[in-house]
């Protein structure tokens, strides 16, 4: 599993001096997701830790939806 990581590092200088910084392989983004999710799981019950993890990212993403000023549509509300 290793092999192919690190034979692409053989030839990353290369790459690097051909067409810039290595943006596209960068990792920490998704690292740092990680923190994130291993808190979700820490204050979890430990009886159902999927559905845990589910809830506290809907909240997660409910709050970020208001807070940038997002709305829900109502089609009982008459305009």
Known sequence: ISKPK???LVH???FIRRF?????FSTERY????HVFRLSCIYSNRQ???RDS???FSR?????????GGYW????VKT
Do not use: R, W
């Not at 690292?31 to 990680?34: A, C, D, V």
């Open 6 to 8: 690190f034979h692409f």
């Open 12 to 14: 990353l200088p290369a």
């Open 20 to 24: 810039g910084p290595a943006i596209v």
């Open 31 to 34: 690292e740092s997701f990680n």
């Open 48 to 50: 159902a830790p999927s």
């Open 54 to 56: 589910c809830k506290t």
């Open 60 to 68: 997660q993403d409910i709050m970020k939806h208001i807070t940038t």
């Open 73 to 76: 549509y109502d089609s009982t």
